[in-house]
């Protein structure tokens, strides 16, 4: 794991009964959001309100609940409007600016709107 590419999405609580991780199920945090387990897993644990911690490492996400011996592989079903991510250590300077950096994705986004912006001139 490379800790610098690795960011908490959300530090909460999985809202009522938890009773361990079941691959395929839909878990609501106490923040709004709702993850499902992709791992292929069942390992039970009760507990009530147990505390949950999202981390994306890379372009995957993992939800760890204290008491549970390991993460597991989770894709997001609902998020509140924003999410703030957290990088797990503190930026070296360049990372930082990598960071501030336009996304690749976004950058095509923009480019893709300054073409139909210039062919509605043209």
């Known amino acids: 794991m490379h800790v610098s590419n690795s960011y908490i999405v959300s530090m909460s609580h999985v809202e009522g009964q938890f009773n361990g991780y079941i691959g395929g199920k839909d878990y609501r945090l106490g923040d709004g959001s709702v993850w499902r ?7 039970i644990r009760k507990k009530l309100c147990p505390q949950a ?6 372009h995957r996400h ?6 549970m011996e390991r993460d597991v592989e989770v894709e997001a079903v609902c998020l509140p409007r ?6 797990l250590k503190r930026p070296e300077k360049q990372e930082l600016q990598e ?5 690749h994705l976004t950058q095509r986004a923009l480019a893709g709107w300054k ?3 210039a062919q509605q001139d043209g």
């Open 115 to 117: 073409e139909c912006v």
């Open 82 to 87: 924003c999410i703030l991510e957290t990088p």
């Open 62 to 67: 993992f939800m760890f609940v204290r008491g």
């Open 37 to 43: 387990i992709i791992t292929p897993i069942y390992a």
């Open 53 to 58: 911690t999202v981390i994306r490492r890379g």
């Open 99 to 103: 960071q501030f950096a336009i996304p």
